[in-house]
């Protein structure tokens, strides 16, 4: 078989349009088996990357009678043609050709044309996500499951508040010289922790109008550790006392003595770390009470974004993204891709993104990207549906 350009008719260096001008040319009373071979040669010359990787394949003589087919003359490589260029240190790989034979006027989608319009699609799927669980999940949870939210709520008021200590643990331990600033605001902290302790001296102090914030972190220590009011109140006054000699430790830049004062504050961060972890825990295990809502609303949310990309595919072959750069979807025999297609193209990559924790984006999103080294640049999720991409 005749290399690409002496099938097409054209130079080595003819520009695209000249390519595709020859290409239609050709196509008129051609053979089916022609058509397949004019094809191939116009999916590789075609796209920029592959017609590099080819001219390179073809100045380093790769193109020989098992890769160029059932033709036994190859040419020799045309003058003032890219072929004619020096051979480079290292032989270039023999380009993969689409397995697919694709109708006439047909040609797959260039890697970067499809790649942004993934990216826009995928934005405005991010875009709904995020608000999904910024605003409206968090309102849906709140009313139908109050008590709990609450209680989250003040569990995560909790774990901030003794991050804070643990930080201020773990600077005592590493005698860390505070500045200007820091002590500045120790003083300020010191005086907080003083007047909290005052405040959970006694019920009535307690109930004054100015020991709000005692309040508040009595209320969230009790909702963490399930403890008594008693015991929540006495670990609690504990936690401000020491905090209230930390503080003024800093304000004063008095640094703990080597010793028992360092190794004392190495173990109070480590008795706050186990308490944090604690808190996580807890808060866990509150979360369970509505983990089958959480698995209802993300269930909405796939179906939410099936109608954003499902109709407009099967309809008119497009999503947003791939109007905006010019592709779209069909079928390998180059067909509409209709409603069964388009809905089994996205429902695989959008409920593993979904539904699995931690990993399940990477992974969908790692199907799509999968053209991008396939020969016939079809994701995993054309792959199940049988689609392609190509030029609009």
């Not at 520009?15 to 009373?29: F, H, P, S, V, W």
Request: a positive charge; hydrophobic letters at 40%.
């Amino acid at each position: 078989m005749s290399d690409y350009y002496d099938l097409l008719g054209v130079d080595a260096d003819a520009d695209k349009d000249t390519i595709k001008n020859a290409y239609r040319e050709q196509l008129d009373g051609a053979s089916q088996a022609d058509r397949a071979k004019l094809n191939k040669a116009w999916n590789v010359l075609s796209d920029p990357v592959q017609r590099e990787r080819y001219d390179d394949a073809r100045s380093e003589g790769w193109l020989d009678d098992a890769e160029a087919g059932d033709d036994d003359d190859t040419p020799a490589p045309r003058r003032g043609g890219r072929a004619a260029a020096a051979p480079r240190e290292r032989a270039g790989r023999p380009v993969p050709e689409p397995t697919v034979v694709l109708p006439e006027g047909m040609q797959l989608a260039e890697p970067r044309a499809r790649g942004l319009a993934l990216l826009i699609d995928f934005s405005i799927l991010f875009v709904i996500y995020i608000l999904a669980l910024s605003a409206v999940l968090p309102g849906l949870l709140k009313d139908q499951y109050p008590k709990q939210s609450q209680r989250i709520d003040a569990i995560n008021r909790n774990i901030d508040t003794l991050d804070t200590f643990k930080t201020h643990a773990d600077d005592r331990a590493d005698r860390k010289t505070p500045s200007a600033d820091d002590r500045k605001q120790a003083r300020k902290d010191q005086a907080k922790f003083d007047a909290d302790v005052k405040c959970l001296a006694s019920t009535a102090a307690l109930a004054a109008a100015d020991c709000k914030r005692a309040r508040g972190l009595l209320h969230d220590r009790i909702a963490t550790t399930s403890q008594s009011r008693a015991s929540a109140t006495a670990s609690l006054t504990r936690d401000l006392k020491t905090q209230s000699t930390y503080a003024e430790d800093r304000a004063n830049n008095v640094l703990a003595k080597k010793g028992d004062e360092v190794n004392a504050a190495k173990r109070e961060s480590k008795r706050l770390d186990n308490a944090i972890n604690d808190a996580n825990d807890t808060l866990n295990k509150v979360a369970k009470d509505f983990q089958g809502f959480l698995l209802l609303m993300y269930a909405a949310l796939l179906v939410v974004f099936l109608l954003i990309t499902v109709p407009s595919t099967a309809i008119t072959g497009q999503t947003i993204g791939m109007k905006l750069r010019k592709v779209r979807v069909v079928r390998v025999d180059g067909s509409k891709v209709g409603w069964a297609g388009a809905f089994a193209r996205f429902v695989v990559p959008l409920t593993i993104a979904l539904l699995l924790p931690q990993l399940g984006a990477i992974i969908g999103l790692g199907l799509v990207l999968w053209f991008l080294r396939d020969k016939n640049r079809q994701g995993v999720h054309d792959k199940l549906a049988r689609t392609l991409v190509v030029d609009a």
